[in-house]
């Protein structure tokens, strides 16, 4: 045969065997891949939308929507959407065309400081992929991004970087696929995945689940618990990982369907239960969900709740190493019998802390149907270790300490720990464990107060959208866990966390429920989002809106405002985020606003300076002080500049009386004081004058027969009463011996003698002593425990005050001679803004604002509460009285809106 024929054949078979392969890979690439099966194992959450469009419309009908738009997540994302639509200058823009696809994304920890996502986008048809392609190659030869290719196991991965963000982003093809991240790594492991040909999904076991095709379902997600504490260790301290990895191994693993129903999230679906040696699954004895019993016994101040559902409890221990504490011998049966009573049902209660720096109370509840048989036991294991601790009567409770150290821990094992000291009380059928008898004595005050949530109507309404019967559910209330969360948080992720604490708090309750069926668990995840004007009718009727101003930016003050001579209105001053000090005008507009350089560090004085009669703004900020006209104008010699070093604290502003001109009495953070003269010069004596302690509150300034007085007040309780040349008066520094607060109360006489002022003691000591230096009297109030604070409340004259006691969520007014006023339990125990305003002896209104929830509660002189409930504000209201009318306006702040209202107390 001719060798050109034997050519001519080895062509032909070659030819044959790439139009074959050619063929292979084209029918390959036409059959669909299933995106989950690309999913690398480690994947955290897995999530599958659909009918985006919809889903976007449905939520832009809620208030949600809002909050969410505002995240600096969504803001960047649609930044980066506009830069690549902006670079392929296509018709059809990126947002268009990804709400169209069924998109699948996965997260991933890609180190012990990090996280990553992996986004699936499938490429359907010919036109998608045309548009794919072209903007590919449009965004390659922009100046907007430097893009590059690397070779990864036969896969070309492209680098995109944005020359403008500084960001990158990388993808790759598969199968008319593309898979896009921020992290290469994660599509290495893809690649791996892929080229192992055994492609699996994590959601095989799910084969029967179809959410997506239900109308009312947006999306899917898939969570996977193996691998969420590490993801939680993100964020969280170490100290806390350990409880997160034990309750976390409830499941492996979960596929919920996202619904959305007016305000609020649904994430339903079922569970599979972690079956490995050690997990919380392994430690239920019984797995039929019991009916609560406890819901009277939680109260409305709960941050955060853990609620287990179980016959026995025994079992926990026993399958848990080294769970226990070592048990003296002499004890060790009596704790048998006393763990062996108890069952079905135990919940760990986190109550709301008072700061971020203070350790919230934790109370254990276990139900027993044999209450008797363990007051009996108690008393028998004191017994048996030889201590004597009377029990203290709380009510009709008993609070009886155990010496048994972390005897919760060594009832129930793992996660129940921090009862160095352990007290006791019955209620009813549950034995309710605290580390503290004060945090007992609360927690049984809110019972018998009947401050617990099943007289919440809010937590009624949200409880019905949950599960009936669980055996694992957690509660949390954001607004009231938030500095629980904050003490928790790992410094680096902290500040991150803070910008998203407004939409965070928006889901003011949030409930996960477990409730086994048929060898899985059926599984709620509810978000309820709070809607930004829920006020009953009768709210509404009793506060009529008068005004409601939006600013660009979240304001960061209360309102202040001043009377203008020879007219009616009053101009409010109020200052935003941006750092922007605006005036609205009585009519809801806003007349001017100026940039400032901080925030205002000071009151805003209105004071009279120069010809114009009309007020002049005086206050300080970092490092400055201003006066402004009525125009928002720099007022001529202003703003005084001072040292970058010298970071202002405080400022007083001084009238010295119509002949003479301005002082101003100046603070700052190292503790010295300044005086400056209205030319912005400092006084000899004030250069500055150096205090040797941290001052308590601003300087006060008065004048006694022609002399002038500064009194500098330290929290140390030492008193200086100073001379214009900052030389201490006879009988000055006094030392009052005790920590003291804000206010100082004057009271000028004729004489120093005569002049008294009072200060009021953390201890709640009330303070009365002159300017001769003599301490005349010394009025000392309850302090029922160490947690009690006080703080003098002056009204709004300054005329008269109050003293505010608070404890424990419980807020108690007095007067001057220790008489009540008023008293009232509140559902935070954080230090609430008490506020008492005086305009005629028969007009008195007193404001108590609770900064957490952003709740104002207004009562008037008979203590009886306006409306049905409180008006949403966070900072100081302000408020005035038209005495023709007999009508009060009050002015409200809700994140960026200014609001004015106006009410009457009588009908």
């Known amino acids: 045969m001719p060798k050109r024929y034997i050519a001519y054949l080895f062509g032909l078979v070659l030819l044959v065997a790439a139009g074959l392969y050619g063929y292979y890979k084209w029918q390959k690439a036409q059959n669909k891949v299933n995106l989950w099966t690309l999913v690398p194992d480690d994947a955290v959450f897995v999530a599958e939308t659909n009918r985006n469009n919809h889903f976007i419309r449905q939520l832009k009908k809620t208030e949600i929507y809002e909050s969410l738009a505002r995240l600096p997540f969504f803001t960047g994302l649609q930044e980066n959407l506009s830069y690549l639509d902006s670079a392929a200058t296509r018709r059809v823009t990126l947002r268009e065309f990804l709400d169209q696809k069924k998109i699948v994304t996965s997260l991933h920890v890609t180190s012990k400081v990090d996280f990553s996502l992996v986004m699936y986008v499938p490429i359907s048809t010919v036109a998608e992929h045309r548009y794919v392609r072209n903007v590919i190659e449009n965004v390659s030869k922009s100046t907007l991004f430097a893009s590059e290719e690397q070779d990864y196991q036969n896969y070309t991965i492209t680098s995109v970087h944005n020359q403008k963000s500084n960001g990158t ?62 993801f939680l260790a993100l964020f969280l301290k170490p100290a806390v990982y350990p409880e997160v990895e034990f309750l976390a191994s409830l499941c492996r693993s979960s596929l919920l369907g996202l619904q959305l129903d007016n305000q609020n999230f649904y994430l339903n679906g079922v569970s599979q239960p972690e079956t490995l040696a050690g997990s919380l699954y392994e430690q239920f004895k019984t797995l039929r969900p019991p009916t609560t019993r406890m819901a009277s016994l939680i109260p409305e101040r709960t941050a955060l709740l853990i609620h287990f559902g179980e016959a026995q409890f025994t079992h926990w221990l026993s399958t848990q190493k080294n769970a226990a504490l070592p048990v003296a011998p002499e004890i060790a049966p009596a704790l048998d019998s006393l763990r062996g009573n108890f069952k079905q049902e135990l919940a760990i209660n986190y109550l709301a802390a008072a700061t971020q720096n203070t350790a ?155 409730g086994h069926q048929d060898k899985q668990f ?54 935003d985020s941006a750092l922007v000090l605006h005036q609205v005008t009585e009519d809801g507009k806003i007349a001017w606003s100026d940039s400032l350089d901080s925030k205002i560090t000071s009151t805003i004085y209105p004071v009279q300076l120069g010809s114009n009669s009309q007020p002049k703004y005086i206050f300080s900020t970092k490092n400055r002080i201003y006066c402004l006209d009525q125009g928002g104008y720099d007022v001529e010699n202003f703003p005084f500049n001072l040292s970058d070093t010298t970071q202002i604290q405080n400022l007083t502003v001084i009238n010295r009386g119509p002949a003479q001109s301005l002082h101003f009495l100046v603070t700052d953070t190292q503790n010295n004081v300044y005086l400056y003269d ?22 006060y300034y008065l004048q ?145 604002t609770e900064r957490g929830p952003q709740k104002t509660y207004l009562y008037d002189i008979n203590i009886k509460l306006l409306g049905v409930g409180p008006l949403t504000n966070k900072w100081p209201v302000q408020m005035a009285f038209n005495s023709l009318l007999q009508q009060y306006q009050i002015y409200l702040i809700q994140d960026n809106v200014l609001q004015q209202f106006s009410f009457r107390t009588q009908p």
Not at 204 to 224: A, G, M, R
Not at 469 to 487: C, D, E, F, G, M
Not at 687 to 695: A, D, I, S, W
Request: aromatic letters at 12%; a positive charge; hydrophobic letters at 40%.
């Open 522 to 575: 059926i599984t709620r995840f509810l978000l309820q989002h709070q809607p930004e004007t829920s006020s009953p009718l009768k709210l509404k009727e009793v506060f009529k809106q008068e005004q409601e101003i939006a600013f660009a930016a979240p304001l960061i003050s209360g309102p202040s405002f001043f009377p203008i001579l020879g007219t009616s209105g009053s101009p409010v001053l109020i200052q």
């Open 678 to 699: 209205q030319q912005g010069s400092l006084l000899p004596g004030w250069e500055p004058k150096e205090m040797p302690g941290k001052l308590a509150l601003a300087p």
């Open 169 to 230: 982003f990388y993808f790759f093809t598969y199968r008319n696929n593309i898979i896009l991240s921020p992290e290469v790594s994660l599509l290495h492991q893809v690649i791996r995945k892929i080229n192992r040909t055994n492609l699996q999904s994590p959601v095989q076991e799910y084969e029967k689940q179809s959410f997506l095709k239900k109308s009312t379902v947006y999306d899917t997600l898939f969570i996977n618990y193996r691998h969420l504490p590490p």
């Open 360 to 514: 919230p109370d934790k109370i254990v509840l276990a139900y027993t149907p044999q209450p008797n048989k363990i007051r009996t036991i108690v008393q028998e294991i004191n017994q048996v270790l030889g201590t004597s601790f009377s029990a203290k009567r709380a009510g009709r409770y008993q609070i009886q300490e155990v010496g048994v150290p972390e005897l919760p821990q060594q009832l129930f094992g793992r996660g129940f720990s921090g009862f160095a000291r352990c007290y006791v009380a019955q209620v009813d059928s549950f034995m309710l464990f605290a580390a503290s008898e004060e945090a007992l004595r609360g927690y049984l005050q809110n019972i018998r107060d009947k401050k617990v949530l099943t007289h919440s109507t809010a937590y009624k309404t949200f409880r019905q959208s949950g599960l009936t019967h669980t055996n694992v559910s957690l509660y949390v209330n954001t607004n009231l866990a938030w500095n629980i969360l904050s003490q928790n948080l790992v410094e680096d992720k902290k500040v991150g966390l803070l910008r998203y604490e407004r939409i965070i708090k928006k889901f003011g309750q949030i409930s996960l429920q477990f």
């Open 704 to 848: 006694i027969k022609g002399r002038e007085v500064f009194v500098i007040v330290l929290e140390n309780g030492y008193v200086y009463a100073m001379d214009l040349n900052g030389a201490n008066y006879p009988g000055f520094p006094i030392n009052l011996k005790g920590n003291l607060t804000a206010p100082l109360i004057a009271q000028p006489g004729a004489s120093f003698q005569n002049t008294n002022l009072l200060l009021l003691t953390q201890a709640g000591e009330l303070i009365t002593f002159n300017l001769a230096g003599q301490v005349k009297k010394r009025m000392a109030f309850a302090r029922p425990s160490r947690r009690t604070t006080f703080n003098l409340v002056l009204e709004n004259s300054g005329k008269s005050f109050l003293v505010a006691r608070q404890d424990l969520g419980r807020v108690t007014l007095y007067d001057a001679e220790q008489k009540l006023v008023m008293e009232k339990n509140y559902v935070t125990s954080a230090p609430k803004l008490i506020q008492f305003f005086y305009f005629d002896p028969a007009n008195i209104i007193y404001a108590i």
